[in-house]
């Protein structure tokens, strides 16, 4: 059975960082395509950072380009998003993804697992 576990998320003032993390079981995150997503009230679901993991190659959109980054820790089955300079906009619950058939990587339909989702709420 696979579970993502989202952790982290939380209330902060613009400008300040948080660091969500994702821990893995029954799966492993080095030979999936893991992604964080996020959904703000009244909005649809975007995509935020995706890592492949067939190739070395990490996206990044372009509304958090410069301040968010994804990275993996193999030893521990995690996944985290290192968020900086945080903004209002970038209030929503956030969402660890994992996929595997196939190479896409930018619809929630490339990912078949989803964790339950963390809230990170920034106030101007």
């Known amino acids: 059975q696979v579970q993502l576990v989202e952790s982290g998320g939380g209330l902060v003032q613009a400008g300040d960082s948080l660091r969500l993390s994702c821990a893995a079981s029954?799966?492993?995150?080095?030979?999936?395509?893991m992604a964080w997503f996020r959904q703000a009230p009244g909005n649809d679901r975007e995509l935020v950072v995706a890592m492949l993991w067939f190739v070395d190659y990490t996206y990044i959109a372009t509304s958090v380009k410069g301040r968010f980054t994804i990275s993996r820790d193999n030893a521990k089955n995690s996944v985290y998003l290192q968020m900086n300079s945080l903004k209002p906009e970038d209030t929503a619950v956030y969402y660890c993804?994992?996929?595997?058939?196939?190479?896409?990587?930018?619809?929630?339909?490339?990912?078949?697992?989803w964790g339950q989702g963390t809230q990170v709420t920034v106030s101007s």
């Open positions: 029954g799966l492993t995150v080095s030979s999936y395509r």
């Open positions: 993804a994992a996929g595997r058939s196939g190479s896409r990587y930018l619809s929630m339909t490339d990912y078949a697992y």
